[in-house]
């Protein structure tokens, strides 16, 4: 049987912001984040594109929400959550049951656990948006803790599993540099309203079966 953790709503803040200022030029030539280790030279003019992919631009937190604003490096990362976020569940393995507790709650709420296996660490979240009054929409998405090149050599499944019934997501996880309301914006994730969740919650708490793999290079 898969790992199984009770995850509730995240609803916590966070302390100890560090904030990192990317590199200045001079004449309108710009080193883009240079005290972290990128290289490039860049007119001015093309900074503010290359700052939202560059792989040397601090890390955020990456739990959703806005009450955190922590910034660091990766290696950084999973000590802060581990930290400040001490909430958030961890279970071993590549297949374990994400199990969201009170998914009738009102308003917009997210559900987070992490997942260890093959040497990395993943966030899992789920995300409850109120898109219109009335209209509720649930989006359940993975991220890698790591870079978009590492995040290349994963892939992960979401599995509902009801009476008779199976939804089921594939896809490559997200960078955490990517964050979870790109994947989101973009719908690349798994999307469900509320009449779905309902057909595969058991007394207002659902599992989803969270599976990793490696994907041959």
């Known amino acids: 049987m898969s790992p199984e953790a009770n995850v509730l709503p995240n609803l916590q803040g966070c302390s100890d912001p560090q904030h990192t200022e990317p590199g200045h030029g001079e004449g309108g030539v710009y080193r883009a984040f240079s005290v972290q280790g990128c290289s490039l030279t860049l007119h001015h003019t093309e900074k503010p594109e290359h700052e939202d992919i560059c792989e040397f631009r601090p890390y955020a937190c990456p739990c959703p929400g806005a009450s955190c ?25 590549e297949d374990i049951v994400f199990l969201a507790t009170d998914i009738n709650l009102p308003g917009a709420v997210d559900w987070v656990m992490m997942q260890s296996c093959f040497g990395h660490h993943f966030m899992l979240v789920l995300e409850k948006q109120e898109k219109y009054e009335g209209h509720q929409q649930f989006f359940a998405i993975v991220l890698l803790i790591g870079t978009r ?69």
Not at 163 to 183: C, F, K, M, Q, Y
Request: one cysteine or more.
């Open 69 to 93: 604003k922590w910034q660091g490096s990766l290696e950084a990362v999973m000590p802060h959550l581990m930290h400040a976020h001490k909430s958030i569940t961890t279970l071993q393995g």
């Open 149 to 217: 090149k590492q995040a290349e050599n994963f892939a992960y499944r979401l599995e509902l599993n009801g009476n008779r019934r199976r939804l089921t997501w594939e896809a490559t996880p997200r960078s955490i540099h990517d964050g979870v309301s790109a994947a989101i914006m973009n719908s690349d994730c798994l999307v469900f309203d509320t009449a779905i969740a309902h057909l595969f919650a058991d007394n207002g708490n659902l599992g989803i079966n969270v599976t990793i793999s490696t994907c041959c290079p």
